[in-house]
Every structure is written in structure tokens, then in C-alpha cells.
């Protein structure tokens, strides 16, 4: 393996894949909710949810709607 290849010997970058981000963030952020939910009720009751998990599940949903809104704008 060579971690430099000249620019004669180099093969063209491939073309972009179609992908469908709106979808994947839709999914990520519902399952951050879904996490964040999950722990706000049925774990609470067991006494064992820590504050940096709620806050992990609370970031995790912000960065999505941030990343949704992001993906429609930019379109």
C-alpha cells in the first residue's frame, strides 16, 4: 500500500452516491426521542437514569431537528 500515488498514476474519484438525508435524520432524531422518552419514564421509575444520559439523548435530538432544518434549507 502506498500513501502517495502521483497525480499521473491516480484513478478518478468515483461519482456521488444518491442518498436520501432528510430520511436518515428523520430516523435518527425519532430514535433519540425515542431514547430520551424511554428514559424519562420507564427507566426513572428503577431510579437508575443519570443526568449525562438524558442530556446525551437531549443533544443527540437537537442536533438532528438542526441537521433536518440544515438539509431542507440547503435544497
Known amino acids: 500500500m502506498r500513501f502517495y500515488v502521483k497525480d499521473?498514476?491516480?484513478?478518478?474519484d468515483?461519482?456521488?452516491?444518491?442518498?436520501?438525508a432528510k430520511?436518515?435524520?428523520?430516523?435518527?432524531?425519532?430514535?433519540?426521542a425515542?431514547?430520551?422518552?424511554?428514559?424519562l419514564f420507564a427507566a426513572q421509575q428503577?431510579?437508575?437514569v443519570e443526568?449525562?444520559?438524558?442530556?446525551?439523548c437531549g443533544v443527540g435530538?437537537?442536533?438532528?431537528v438542526f441537521g433536518f432544518i440544515h438539509v431542507s434549507r440547503k435544497r
Not at 499521473?8 to 478518478?12: A, L
Open 61 to 64: 435530538f437537537a442536533l438532528g
Open 34 to 39: 425515542a431514547g430520551g422518552l424511554f428514559l
Open 23 to 32: 430520511l436518515a435524520l428523520m430516523v435518527g432524531t425519532i430514535l433519540w
Open 14 to 20: 468515483p461519482a456521488p452516491v444518491k442518498t436520501n
Open 8 to 12: 499521473s498514476q491516480r484513478k478518478p
Open 46 to 48: 428503577a431510579q437508575q
Open 51 to 56: 443526568t449525562w444520559q438524558l442530556a446525551t
